[in-house]
Antibody, heavy 119, light 106 residues
Framework: EVQLLESGGGLVQPGGSLRLSCAAS????????MSWVRQAPGKGLEGVSI????????YYADSVKGRFTISRDNSKNTLYLQMNSLRAEDTALYYC????????????WGQGALVTVSS | EIVLTQSPATLSLSPGERATLSCRAS??????LAWYQQKPGQAPRLLIY???NRATGIPARFSGSGSGTDFTLTISSLEPEDFAVYYC????????FGQGTKVEIK
């Protein structure tokens, strides 16, 4: 059974940093692209970042480019999102999601990690 | 950035009725469109990919159609568990989501 378990969320002040982790199990992690998608309270879904199976290729939404860094450790079956210079508008539930195949949509999602940016 | 516009914002229907949801792209996305279902307090669930392919385990009452800029998700006969929010997503240029359509019980 595929499982994605996010951790690392919490309350942080504006300008602060946080690192999210996503522990994956139930599939060959190194064979699939992974992503982070966020959802602000009561709002819709927003793609944040995506990383290829090898980790060599990454993409970011314009809203987080230069502030967030996606990475993965295939030996630990773990996906990461390093978030720096956080802003109030980054407050959201952050989902880790697995790609169905390269360039394809996301067939498995975690339950999310809540990030709150507030003073 | 490709903008996806979903309509209507809310669809009020009764169990057993047919639901037709629309997603329009600001420019062609070919068939690179997916549909997700999200229930309160839950993560999104992939329903349809490549415009018309059902994901694993998705009931046959869900179907998708369209290409280019106009897409439709049809639920042939609503079951109680189908009342939820539905999002379309394109992956043709970066990847963006529509704003969602809420299917509520009438």
């Amino acid at each position: 059974e595929v499982q994605l378990l996010e951790s690392g969320g919490g309350l942080v002040q504006p300008g602060g940093s946080l690192r999210l982790s996503c522990a994956a199990s139930g599939f060959t992690f190194s064979n699939y692209g992974m992503s982070w998608v966020r959802q602000a309270p009561g709002k819709g879904l927003e793609g944040v970042s995506i990383i290829s199976d090898s980790g060599h290729t990454t993409y970011y939404a314009d809203s987080v480019k230069g502030r967030f860094t996606i990475s993965r450790d295939n030996s630990k079956n773990t996906l990461y999102l390093q978030m720096n210079s956080l802003r109030a508008e980054d407050t959201a539930l952050y989902y880790c999601a697995k790609a169905l195949a390269p360039g394809r949509p996301f067939d498995y999602w975690g339950q999310g990690a809540l990030v709150t940016v507030s003073s | 950035e490709i903008v996806l516009t979903q309509s209507p914002a809310t669809l009020s229907l009764s169990p057993g009725e047919r639901a037709t949801l629309s997603c329009r792209a600001s420019q062609s996305v070919s068939s690179n469109l997916a549909w997700y279902q999200q229930k309160p307090g839950q993560a999104p669930r992939l329903l349809i990919y490549d415009a018309s392919n059902r994901a694993t385990g998705i009931p046959a009452r869900f179907s998708g159609s369209g290409s280019g800029t106009d897409f439709t998700l049809t639920i042939s006969s609503l079951e109680p568990e189908d009342f939820a929010v539905y999002y379309c997503q394109q992956r043709s240029n970066w990847w963006t989501f529509g704003q969602g359509t809420k299917v509520e019980i009438k």
